[in-house]
């Protein structure tokens, strides 16, 4: 394992944000990961796993304890089977599924970070989600010492929420298991409207997997959602708020706000979620509620692209990407009476 002292951590999040560590460790093997974190539990020291760096908003006073970089590696594909060790590259492994002319994550190429990561946050766009694919999860039981295998039923899987998330200190994901599907070079149905427009289908339809994958990429790409180093509209956690899921009651007092604000004549998104819930739209709220693309005149400012993205303009602090997040939900809940949740996971600071 490669052990670091006083560790730059913003080089590791797509932020490129927050202060150091006072020890990194680089794990690259299961038992590795195991050791460095049974070391950390056993010590009672503070720990930090980072996989990808795509869902972390750590402090600018940094992280006082370990943090543990799972940097494993392995892709192991057996008929529709796949097993994905947790440091694998979450799109890198998506594209060689879709060169297997496999289906089943292909609308989930472009989505920046660790396979690990994926069963946490229950990872989702352009109408697919890992919990439709996962068939198991590896994971250390730091409650129990010992190395678990949990079925999908047992993985609390709900929109962008998991058992993994719900308990993030009792569990490190060490690989991932799912089961894909071979219709012949075909995708899975295609379920999300605006990826059935670009390809020019109906909903429900099926595409080649491959092409299914190059549409989800230009897709993103419109939106800053492809890391590009060059491109500061992507020095973010990419959708820096969850879709905000509301009950019936919640939902007509929020409509009642919108025709008081923009008039009779305008429907919010709306989709169904169960229970009588209704999903409506993040982005369109920030965007109604004021804050359009490209808001904000300090170092931490709205994405140009895509206003569901808070962006890191090269210079920011954390502290400037909170001040800018803060503005935002205050805006939307005075607007609408709906309140933002952050979807990235912040480490050392709150919004």
């Not at 940094?62 to 392995?74: K, P």
């Given at each position: ?86 440091g694998e590259t979450w799109t890198d492994a998506v ?90 070079g075909l995708s899975a149905p295609v379920k999300y ?26 897709l993103r790409a419109g939106k800053g959602m492809v ?125």
């Amino acid at each position: 394992m490669q052990e670091l002292h006083d560790a730059p951590l913003a080089p590791l999040t797509t932020f490129r944000l927050g202060g150091p560590a006072t020890r990194l460790v680089v794990a690259t093997t299961d038992d590795e990961v195991v050791a460095a974190v049974r070391e950390a539990d056993e010590a009672g020291t503070p720990l930090l796993i980072i996989g990808g760096g795509s869902n972390l908003v750590i402090g600018d006073k940094g992280f006082d304890g370990t943090a543990l970089r799972i940097a494993t590696r392995g892709f192991e594909l057996n008929g529709t089977g796949l097993e994905l060790a947790a440091g694998e590259t979450w799109t890198d492994a998506v594209a060689r599924t879709v060169e297997a002319g496999l289906g089943g994550v292909e609308c989930l190429a472009g989505i920046p970070g660790s396979a690990g990561a994926t069963p946490i946050q229950n990872v989702g766009a352009y109408g697919q989600e890992v919990a439709s694919t996962i068939t198991e999860v590896v994971a250390y039981d730091r409650r129990s010492g010992e190395t678990v295998v949990l079925p999908n039923v047992d993985c609390g899987f709900a929109y962008r929420h998991s058992r993994f998330k719900q308990d993030p200190e009792r569990y490190v994901v060490l690989r991932v298991r799912f089961d894909l599907e071979d219709a012949g070079g075909l995708s899975a149905p295609v379920k999300y409207a605006e990826t059935a427009r670009a390809l020019g289908i109906e909903v429900g339809e099926r595409v080649p997997v491959a092409a299914a994958r190059e549409t989800v990429l230009r897709l993103r790409a419109g939106k800053g959602m492809v890391l590009d180093a060059d491109d500061h509209d992507t020095w973010s956690a990419g959708s820096f708020f969850t879709n905000p899921i509301l009950t019936a009651a919640e939902y007509e007092t929020f409509l009642t706000r919108v025709r008081d604000r923009l008039g009779d004549g305008v429907a919010p998104p709306a989709y169904p979620s169960g229970d009588g819930r209704t999903k409506t739209s993040a982005a369109w709220l920030i965007d109604k509620a004021g804050f359009t693309k490209g808001y904000g005149s300090g170092p931490a400012r709205i994405s140009t692209k895509h206003t569901l993205a808070l962006t890191n303009r090269g210079e920011a602090t954390t502290e400037d990407l909170l001040a800018l997040a803060r503005e935002v939900v205050a805006g939307v809940r005075d607007a609408f009476g709906v309140t933002l949740v952050n979807e990235p996971v912040t480490v050392g600071v709150s919004l």
